[in-house]
T-cell receptor
Framework: GEDVEQSLFLSVREGDSSVINCTYT??????LYWYKQEPGAGLQLLTY?????DMKQDQRLTVLLNKKDKHLSLRIADTQTGDSAIYFC??????????FGTGTKLQVIP | AAGVIQSPRHLIKEKRETATLKCYPI?????VYWYQQGPGQDPQFLIS???????DKGSIPDRFSAQQFSDYHSELNMSSLELGDSALYFC???????????FGPGTRLTVT
């Protein structure tokens, strides 16, 4: 199957680091993504990682991939109130459809 | 930078009516994807097109059809609308051999 699971909710204080976790089942996943969705808005591609990598860093964002355990995480350093949104983990097996996780709602407390 | 354009942004239809959603991909992107996102749910893949040919099909009802035109824009046609079709419909596009899918702002369809 192509299930992608995430915890539903995460609350952090402004300035702290946030870690959003994701597990997936499709071992043929080639790319894994993180998308951000603010209320009533579209999906913003934050970052993605190729399955033969185990880490990718992009400014405040760090993606860690454990392919053996099929576990993906997104770390947001110095979390700001503007980071409050729903974060979707997603995967695809090539250049086709993306299968999304259930989404994690990140709440940043000032 | 140019983004994916979707029109209309909001659409209200009655049951059994038809609707047409349009998507204009990022320039030089040749692949278009359609997704449906119900309230409080994750986006679900409907269908995709590469170079004007259907490339993959997901959970798209038989009442829906889509196509990609020679200028790479795409239209999603929805007939015999049901209350359960009320959702956000996203279009995404990607360039040749690129894994990066960029999403449009979505069309919010409300069926009454």
């Amino acid at each position: 199957g192509e299930d992608v699971e995430q915890s539903l909710f995460l609350s952090v204080r402004e300035g702290d680091s946030s870690v959003i976790n994701c597990t997936y089942t499709d071992s043929s996943s080639t790319y894994l993504y993180w998308y951000k969705q603010e209320p009533g808005a579209g999906l913003q591609l934050l970052t993605y990682i190729f399955s033969n990598m185990d880490m990718k860093q992009d400014q405040r964002l760090t993606v860690l991939l454990n392919k053996k355990d099929k576990h993906l995480s997104l770390r947001i350093a110095d979390t700001q109130t503007g980071d409050s949104a729903i974060y979707f983990c997603a995967e695809n097996g090539g250049y086709q459809k993306v299968t999304f996780g259930t989404g994690t709602k990140l709440q940043v407390i000032p | 930078a140019a983004g994916v354009i979707q029109s209309p942004r909001h659409l209200i239809k009655e049951k059994r009516e038809t609707a047409t959603l349009k998507c204009y991909p990022i320039p030089r992107h040749d692949t278009v994807y359609w997704y449906q996102q119900g309230p409080g749910q994750d986006p679900q893949f409907l269908i995709s097109f590469y170079e004007k040919m259907q490339s993959d099909k997901g959970s798209i009802p038989d009442r829906f059809s889509a196509q990609q035109f020679s200028d790479y824009h795409s239209e999603l046609n929805m007939s015999s609308l049901e209350l359960g079709d009320s959702a956000l419909y996203f279009c995404a596009s990607s360039g040749r051999h690129s894994p990066e899918q960029y999403f449009g702002p979505g069309t919010r369809l409300t069926v009454t």
